[in-house]
T-cell receptor, first 114, second 115 residues
Framework: DQQVKQNSPSLSVQEGRISILNCDYTNSMFDYFLWYKKYPAEGPTFLISISSIKDKNEDGRFTVFLNKSAKHLSLHIVPSQPGDSAVYFCAASAPLSGGNQFYFGTGTSLTVIP | DAGVTQSPTHLIKTRGQQVTLRCSPKSGHDTVSWYQQALGQGPQFIFQYYEEEERQRGNFPDRFSGHQFPNYSSELNVNALLLGDSALYLC??????????????FGEGSRLTVL
């Protein structure tokens, strides 16, 4: 049962343009969402997060939007750079799960074309 | 400041064998979680260790077991290996058991191939 879904396996964007990565979830108890970036042969690294009490969180070129009614979040990267080419995972956690049990999506491979 | 370190980075086993993977958490972290990432999938939670005890477990069989040592390092053991256990095993560390809002710091992973 995939509680966090990333329906786009891959995305290609021209350098300087906006990249939009999408994520859907099914568990209404999720209250915290994160995005991780993964380069080949490396572990995922934390990128940005958002609490369910917010609908937007911004950090430099990265902005995450949360639409609770639609159970949807998105990551916007503006402007996109070639170094952003990586696999992006969204993850979610629920308070009742305790600890750090995060549910991950299957990832979206972003390619930024110079 | 050393990050999360895992060993070995790659290993090959045959069906039915047993494997032990090791993880040292980031300095200052006391909680270790293990994730399995199969090819083309996202990481899946196996279990979490805090204060040397398994505190939470995902949907994995008892063949998967672990241990946390007093220095917070951890081991993941898998018995009676199956072909389907082939995956990247990621260790993630954090501070505090209940910090579900805390970001995880991942190691590079141990790539297990079962033949």
């Amino acid at each position: 049962d995939q509680q966090v879904k990333q329906n786009s396996p891959s995305l290609s964007v021209q350098e300087g343009r906006i990249s939009i990565l999408n994520c859907d979830y099914t568990n209404s108890m999720f209250d915290y969402f994160l995005w991780y970036k993964k380069y080949p042969a490396e572990g995922p690294t934390f990128l940005i997060s958002i609490s369910s009490i917010k609908d937007k969180n911004e950090d430099g070129r990265f902005t995450v939007f949360l639409n609770k009614s639609a159970k949807h979040l998105s990551l916007h990267i503006v402007p996109s750079q070639p170094g952003d080419s990586a696999v992006y995972f969204c993850a979610a956690s629920a308070p009742l799960s305790g600890g750090n049990q995060f549910y991950f999506g299957t990832g979206t491979s972003l390619t930024v074309i110079p | 400041d050393a990050g999360v370190t895992q060993s070995p980075t790659h290993l090959i086993k045959t069906r039915g064998q047993q494997v032990t993977l090791r993880c040292s958490p980031k300095s200052g972290h006391d909680t270790v979680s293990w994730y399995q990432q199969a090819l083309g999938q996202g990481p899946q939670f196996i279990f979490q260790y805090y204060e040397e005890e398994e505190r939470q477990r995902g949907n994995f069989p008892d063949r998967f077991s672990g241990h946390q040592f007093p220095n917070y390092s951890s081991e993941l053991n898998v018995n009676a290996l199956l072909l389907g256990d082939s995956a990247l095993y990621l260790c993630a560390s954090s501070w505090g058991q209940s910090a579900n809002t805390g970001e995880l710091f991942f190691g590079e992973g141990s790539r297990l191939t079962v033949l």
